[in-house]
């Protein structure tokens, strides 16, 4: 598995992170009903298209599995495909990100647990809760720093 930063972000890559961003969001926002899922899939695309940094874990054949974006020194999004997941890509990508990119702030959705307790064993400590997410809705946001 290949990490590479996306300079040019083409439709079809895009289309197929938004994939493995559905794939994954299935698998751990389970507090998020279809419509909630179907509503903020039209704005991935964009989402994705304009975070300043843009990595992803691509396959020999260049398909993606993981995916994560930054802005800043924040982790903005981290994504994971279902068959991926505790394999310890995840960890490479924060690590890589870490590194190269002095990612030290990420905010997760109180509901998922599994995201808190990945960011805790990778050195992060909530800071802030807030009641909603950026969208205003009623998903409380843990706030992390290293």
């Known amino acids: 598995m290949d ?9 079809s890559f895009i289309n197929e992170l938004v994939e493995v961003w559905e794939s994954s969001v299935r698998e751990t926002h389970l507090f998020l009903t279809e419509n909630e899922i179907q509503e903020i899939k039209k704005y991935v695309p964009e989402a994705l298209r304009n975070i300043p940094t843009l990595i992803a874990a691509v396959d020999e054949k260049g398909m993606p599995s993981a995916f994560m974006g930054i802005s800043g020194q924040s982790l903005e999004m981290l994504f994971i495909s279902p068959n991926e997941r505790g394999k310890g890509l995840g960890k490479k990508l924060i690590r890589h990100g870490i590194k190269n990119y002095s990612i030290n702030k990420v905010s997760v959705n109180e509901q998922n647990p599994q995201a808190i307790g990945f960011y805790q064993r990778l050195g992060f400590k909530a800071f ?5 997410d950026s969208e205003g809705r009623p998903y409380p946001i843990i706030h992390m720093s290293l």
């Not at 802030?128 to 909603?132: A, I, K, S």
């Open 128 to 132: 802030m809760r807030t009641e909603t």
């Open 3 to 11: 990490i590479i930063e996306l300079k040019i972000r083409n439709s």
